[in-house]
């Protein structure tokens, strides 16, 4: 054949053509009933399991959550997370579900007789799967390694506690845990203490953690922070609370007897309330 | 059928042995009976006249014949590791009225020394802030100078008041004179009044480093009869 | 009998047979064991006690160490007194005495024409060993179960306590512990003793009294942890941090001594499996001929023999930390808490993989006798559980994420811990491309692989949430960690063990597990186990933290529902045991290989004689030669074809 004789027709087999028999092939492994069943129903399965994204943090934010940029970083990192891990779980699921209704299935007490095809290796599907997964994988510990560098950043985690700026823009809380009751310490006002943390909105604010005897772990729940108090060593955390309100501090690590009670509330006060506290307890800003 | 029926029975002796095992716990380690504040007269409090009630509790360093102590968990060898402990006499269960305005009264027998956190030295939580020890009107002890604290703290319960109460007990000397038992003759009294809000569960504890093992904060200070308990506001 | 033996062509002088054989094995049973762990524990209290000055236990300091080193010796003593009652040392003694054992010895060791009685002596063969560690494992997993009816039946009764806290934080410390030494067990005790021999064409294991031994020792640790409940409990979560555990009461030393000497067990049975695989495999099995089970198990010994000596020595600090006063955990005194986590998260992460990993193993053998397909890329399997092994050692910090440890640290481990999800993948698709496009034949054991598969897509995705550092700073320590850990081990390991014992059953006790009772039973504890597990992730979504008995009555509803779903995995559970205990005795004889399998394992008759062959085979073909070739494939070829001469011509 020359070329001025027919004008080629791309989609005649008996022609020859230029587009790669790949392509063929990626055609016509659509073409079987059960690829096409796999993908229609791992979007199903996809679509149905996407609410879970926003139910997810409609769990978390039952008590007032999120109360500071902290929380929203990490409902935020759950809501993408959960979007993601979405198409991977609904192609399990899909496979897991299509091998039951999709393909044959035998029952009985006899040995069934070799039905099924003996492929024992697919290149594409292997190479397929391991970049999809060291893709996502790669894309979680991205976005997890540059929130981590900013949450840290923010919460001025890592700065020791005599070598805080005398910054006057931050609060500075000394939080003792001991069996089985927090104690907060304002040494910026005259050292007064409570049980009840009192913390200002808005304004940024170091936490030195501590224990007296066992390991406790302080968790603002709604601030999204939490960091262990450890016996003879002091740690480290901060948040900036953007939200008024009444929240908890749990303790996260167990400690004994009334490790369950060792609860006490935070109270997020504007400026205004938040100084007139400090006075009440006896305290005036003295740094 | 015998195979239905061996299936079946393990079901049943399954869940009777996992209903005995847990009733028979649950039994066994009731917490020590209640001891309920009296009420007699009212009383004026900021928040107005309440019904005033009266409960009086007692510490001791440790058992003698004239004191038991409290239930007390035995190895087989007939062993304990609590005896010889302090404990808070004769209950840890403690009962008050809601909305009411309540004394309370502690008869401290015990030596003591340095508290860790000196938050519990001070007086938390009462009707004016203040204690009255051995009839003087106090806010706090000094804080080498304490023998146990009652500390009333949160319960993990958001629907019900907050309370906290924290008193300081403060210590015998060493060289008190003692009687027979070898409990001082002249040991500290102290009182202390607050005001209760609605019903609610609460827990106790001691927050002196009084027990043994590390930091002194084991044996009976983790052990509900001895130096914890629970603290219901009834209503 | 002939004091010299031929060997390689050379005259080997034989040890001399001296009285029956078995010598003093003969009246060596349980029965002894018994007698001597508990004589010799009730002498060393008597005599430890004997010792205590007296009116140290009326002084204040003194009052609790009468109890501990009474209750210490007594620990000692029935360890000691058990094993030599079992007769565990007359091998070495005998050595040591120049009467080393003869072939006859042996072979009575080995059991041979003992009948019933062989199951409770110190029995050396490897199916022996495998039906003892059968038992075991339901006993510990039993009592794991009933504590966990306990927890939940305290945090479902949200309006009072139903236990003291102290003894609440003590179940739910003994529940953990139990489990965790019922699910390392449950694949590698039973399967990789009485099955991973056969299947490589091997007559025993490598060190046949070391595999007794191994099982014996993990007999003589579990009274000990039961016996910790009785002395005040461990009153403290099954990681027993320090400082808290050096102020629990005498119970400590209870938990302890069972892993002191659990450890020492997974060392010993390690070593075992590792050598057995590594130079007993038959002749032509190269690794390529390998069945994936016995990788797998590979890699569990291998970790398990790493991992372990880490958990055994910060318990052996903790004990003279108790005991001795020395100060490795104690901070004010110079020692570090973080010392502590450290030692025990460089155990508590492989373990888990110790579980997983030989669970996962015994699916992927399983799927292609029911799929009549060959594991899909095998290659890729084994890169997959190499994977995992190669970065179980580097995560561990991921445990102390908020420990205020060393937080530039949280960076590489975040890495590592994301990393390890891509070799855990690759033994999902292993499993994906098995079931595609194969004829599923429905039987009890393969319906338990897509419980597995679906419970690991969710433990699996929740773990990321977790190995996020700054989502951990919600997460840890909440019920969110527990339930996610419940889906990996529990929803994994022991589903998977579950469907292993279903396929096993039939070799191992020769008749046919009842699939009717079985299913029930698995199906039965896969919805109360969903149904538990799903509402406690979303109890900690909203800030439950664990190891709490009361909390806030936000969390009551998911309490609630999660406490009825563990009374139905319980009832389920009950049930499949009902189907093992009953099946045992009454069920089907079952053909030698019901299944139709092609492995090594399948091709010995039922019951399995004592040197397991006859003859000792020789591998020639590759594993899982199942299936028939692709239509697909043939079609292709021909299409293309096509399309290639086509393209081709001129």
């Known amino acids: 054949m020359t070329a001025t004789d027919v004008r080629p027709d791309p989609d005649g087999p008996e022609t020859p053509t230029n587009r790669p028999p790949s392509m063929h092939r990626v055609k016509n492994w659509i073409r079987r009933p059960y690829a096409r069943g796999i993908m229609v129903l791992t979007v199903v399965i996809g679509f149905l399991l996407l609410p879970l994204c926003w139910l997810l943090l409609a769990a978390m934010n039952q008590t007032g959550a999120p109360a500071s940029p902290i929380m929203r970083d990490i409902e935020q990192t759950v809501f993408v997370f959960t979007l993601v891990s979405i198409p991977i779980c609904a192609f399990v699921f899909a496979v897991l579900v299509y091998s039951l209704l999709g393909w044959k299935h035998v029952k009985g007490d006899q040995v069934p007789k070799d039905e099924s095809p003996a492929i024992r290796s697919n290149t594409i599907g292997v190479v397929l799967w391991t970049v999809v997964s060291s893709a996502l994988a790669f894309f979680l510990v991205v976005w997890g390694l540059i929130e981590l560098a900013q949450i840290t950043a923010n919460s001025y985690g890592t700065i020791p506690a005599d070598e805080q700026p005398a910054d006057s823009q931050a609060l500075i809380v000394n939080v003792t845990g001991q069996q089985w009751v927090w104690t907060f310490e304002y040494p910026q006002y005259d050292k007064i203490t409570s049980e009840t943390l009192y913390l200002e909105k808005d304004r940024p604010v170091y936490f030195n953690v501590t224990s007296k005897d066992v390991i406790h772990n302080f968790w603002a729940v709604e601030l999204g922070v939490k960091i262990d108090a450890n016996p003879g060593a002091i740690t480290q955390t901060g948040v900036t609370p953007d939200k008024a309100g009444t929240f908890n501090v749990r303790c996260a690590e167990l400690c004994g007897l009334h490790h369950a009670y060792m609860e006490t509330q935070i109270q997020v006060l504007d400026k205004g309330s938040f100084n007139s506290w400090a006075r009440e307890m006896g305290g005036s800003k003295t740094s | ?235 | 009998m002939s004091a010299t033996a031929t060997a390689f062509g050379a005259q080997v002088p034989q040890p001399v047979q001296h009285g029956k054989p078995g010598g003093i094995m003969r009246r060596l049973n349980f029965g002894t064991g018994l007698i001597g762990g508990l004589g010799l524990a009730a002498i060393a209290a008597v005599v430890t006690n004997a010792f205590i000055p007296s009116g140290a236990a009326s002084s204040v300091n003194y009052a609790p160490i009468a109890p501990q080193l009474v209750y210490l010796a007594a620990l000692l003593g029935w360890v000691i007194g058990f094993m030599a009652g079992m007769g565990a040392f007359i091998g070495p003694i005998r050595w040591l005495m120049g009467r080393d054992l003869t072939h006859a010895d042996a072979e009575y060791m080995a059991g041979k024409d003992l009948g019933k009685a062989r199951y409770w002596k110190f029995t050396t063969d490897h199916k022996v060993v495998g039906i003892q560690y059968l038992i075991m494992v339901m006993i510990i997993l039993g009592f794991g179960g009933l504590l966990a009816m306990l927890i939940r039946t305290e945090l479902g009764v949200t309006w009072a306590e139903v236990f003291t806290p102290s003894f609440y934080n003590s179940i739910i410390g003994t529940h953990g512990i139990a489990m965790i030494i019922g699910m390392i067990i449950v694949v590698m005790g039973p399967i990789a003793n009485f099955i991973m021999p056969i299947m490589i064409g091997a007559r025993d294991m490598a060190f046949p009294r070391l595999n007794a031994l191994s099982l014996w020792l993990l007999a003589a640790a579990v009274p000990c942890l039961i016996s910790s409940l009785f002395l005040g409990g461990i009153q403290d979560g099954w990681s027993v941090y320090q400082p808290l555990a050096s102020q629990g009461p005498p119970g400590m030393l209870g938990y302890q001594m069972t892993i002191i000497v659990f450890a020492i067990s997974t060392g010993v049975a390690s070593v075992n499996v590792m050598t057995t695989i590594l130079t007993m495999r038959a002749k032509g099995m190269t690794w390529s001929r390998t069945p994936i089970l016995v990788f797998g198990v590979f890699a569990a010994a291998l970790m398990g023999l790493y991992a372990f000596p880490f958990y055994q020595y910060s318990q052996i600090l903790a004990l003279s930390d108790r005991i001795f006063s020395t100060s490795f955990f104690k901070p004010l005194e110079g020692g570090s808490v973080w010392l502590y986590e450290n030692l025990f998260w460089l155990l508590g992460h492989p373990e888990v993989y110790v579980i997983l990993i030989p669970s996962t193993a015994l699916m992927l053998e399983l799927l292609p006798v029911f799929y009549r397909k060959p594991l899909f890329s095998f290659n890729f399997a084994v890169a997959g559980i190499v994977g995992v092994v190669a970065l179980s050692g580097l995560v561990w910090a991921h445990h102390m994420y908020m420990t205020g440890w060393a937080p530039a640290v949280n960076y590489p481990f975040m890495l590592s811990t994301e990393m390890i999800s891509i070799p855990v993948g690759f033994l999902v698709l292993v499993v994906l491309g098995t079931m595609w496009r194969g004829v599923v034949w429905t039987r009890l054991p393969i319906m338990a692989v897509y419980a597995v598969i679906f419970n690991k897509m969710i433990g699996g995705v929740t773990g990321i949430y977790l190995s996020d550092v700054p989502a951990d700073q919600y997460f840890h320590g909440s019920m969110f960690v527990v339930a996610h850990f419940h889906f990996m081990l529990m929803g994994v390991g022991l589903f998977g063990a579950m469907g292993g014992i279903a396929f096993y059953f039939p070799k191992m006790t020769g008749r046919m597990l009842n699939e009717r009772s079985g299913s029930i039973g698995l199906w039965t504890a896969f919805v109360g186990f969903q149904i538990t597990f799903m509402s406690m992730f979303v109890a900690g979504l909203q800030g439950q933290p664990r190891r709490v008995l009361q909390f806030d009555d936000l969390f009551n509803i998911s309490n609630w529902i999660s406490t009825i779903g563990a009374y139905i995995i319980g009832v389920g559970m009950l049930i499949f045991l009902g189907a093992i205990i009953s099946s045992w005795k009454y069920g089907d004889i079952a053909p030698s290989n019901p299944w139709g399998s092609k492995s090594l394992e399948w091709q010995t008759p039922t019951p399995v004689p004592l040197d397991n062959f006859a003859v000792l085979p020789v591998v020639t073909e590759r594993p899982y030669n199942y299936g028939v070739p692709d239509p697909y494939e043939k079609e292709m070829r021909e299409h293309d074809g096509d399309l290639m001469t086509k393209v081709g011509a001129k």
């Not at chain 2, 009212?42 to 102590?69: E, F, I, M």
């Not at chain 2, 002196?208 to 009976?220: K, R, T, V």
């Open chain 2, 1 to 235: 059928m015998k195979r239905v029926l061996v299936t079946l029975m393990t079901v049943v002796v399954g869940v009777a042995v996992v209903a005995g095992i847990a009733i028979y716990t649950s039994v066994a380690q009731a917490e020590p009976p209640a001891l309920k504040a009296e009420v007699a007269g009212t009383l004026d409090t900021p928040q107005g006249t309440l019904p005033h009630a009266t409960l009086q509790l007692a510490v001791y360093p440790n058992s003698s014949d004239k004191v038991p102590p409290p239930a007390t968990p035995k190895s087989p060898l007939g062993q304990d590791w609590l005896s010889g402990q302090p404990f808070y006499h004769p209950t840890t269960t403690i009962q008050v009225p809601a909305n009411s305005a309540v004394t309370l009264t502690f008869i401290q027998y015990d030596t003591g020394g340095q508290i860790y956190n000196p938050f519990f030295a001070k007086v938390h939580g009462t009707m004016d802030g203040t204690m009255t020890w051995n009839g003087n009107s106090v806010t706090e002890v000094k804080s080498d100078n304490i023998g146990h604290t009652f500390t009333v703290h949160q319960y993990p319960e958001a629907t019900q008041p907050d309370f906290f109460l924290s008193v300081p007990l403060p210590m015998n000397k060493a060289n008190a004179k003692t009687d027979k038992a070898g409990y001082p003759v002249d040991p500290q009294k102290i009182e202390v009044t607050f005001v209760t809000g609605d019903p609610g569960t609460y827990v106790w504890n001691c927050e002196f480093p009084c027990g043994d093992m590390y930091q002194e904060f084991g044996g009976p200070m983790q052990q509900r009869g001895w130096m914890a308990g629970t603290f219901e506001v009834v209503g």
